[in-house]
């Protein structure tokens, strides 16, 4: 379905609940620039290490695309595993890995309380960015712990930039970049609005710190488009 939840005047703020999930695969291929090669880099990046009984861990899965299209390209046989907090987001999850024949372990959970043990691979997509700055900090300190000791923790986030101008700009050609999308100026101010809170962005220094202070040794960033970025943090 084509996304026009934002179309209409807003009653409340962003959340995913089924008006969002029923359009959730299109709201995030018009809305986050290069999604597509994003989610190839980082599948790349998973089959490069991938083998017997690996253990990768999507947060936010969603509608468990991200998962769907790994498990169609991996060839050794990985423990795929996605948890999300939205009922309906993960009710489609379900339908859509059934519907592709997919083993993949589908978990309703809230990733502040979930318990991470032994995780070799632990992705992020576009996820971070709705937890409050000090939670976040410390789910990213649980991650590090839950990690095995050669575990990896990839995470793409849309960021904010210190210079104030240069933000302005990379927002004025984000807004652009929707627009040729297909959304229209009222869309994209409503959505605007109902981010506001929702969606608490860091800088790209402030998310590697984050990283380094939670215990990862080496983090770097594989992929930026403006404001939107995927890192690479492991232990």
């Known amino acids: ?25 299109d709201m995030l291929s018009r809305s986050v620039p290069f999604y597509d090669e994003v989610r190839h880099l980082v599948i790349s990046l998973i089959l490069a290490e991938q083998k017997e009984d690996m253990r990768v861990l999507d947060l936010g899965v969603s509608t468990a ?7 169609s390209r991996m060839d050794a046989r990985m423990q795929l595993k996605g948890i999300d907090n939205s009922p309906a987001m993960l009710e489609r999850a379900k339908q859509k890995c059934r519907a592709f024949g997919a083993s993949i372990d589908l978990e309703l959970a809230d990733m502040m309380a ?7 691979i632990i ?14 900090i410390e789910l990213v300190k649980r991650l590090y712990e839950g990690l095995n000791e050669d575990g990896i923790f990839i995470f793409s986030e849309k960021v904010v930039f210190e210079d104030k101008r240069l933000d302005k700009m990379m927002i004025d050609i984000y807004y652009d970049y929707k627009k040729a999308q297909g959304y229209s100026e009222y869309e994209i101010a409503q959505k605007r609005e109902a981010l506001e809170n929702v969606l608490i962005p860091f800088t790209i220094e402030e998310n590697i ?8 040794k080496n983090i770097n960033t594989v992929f930026q488009w403006a404001n939107f970025v995927t890192f690479v943090a492991k232990r």
């Open 1 to 25: 379905m084509k996304d026009k939840v934002f179309a209409k005047p807003i009653e409340k703020k962003f959340e995913f609940d089924q008006a969002v999930a029923s359009v959730f695969d």
């Open 65 to 71: 695309k991200f998962l769907l299209d790994l498990h």
């Open 114 to 120: 979930y318990s991470y043990e032994e995780e070799d």
């Open 123 to 136: 992705v992020a997509n576009y996820t971070l960015q709705f937890i409050r700055p000090i939670q976040r």
């Open 209 to 216: 710190r984050m990283c380094r202070e939670a215990g990862f």
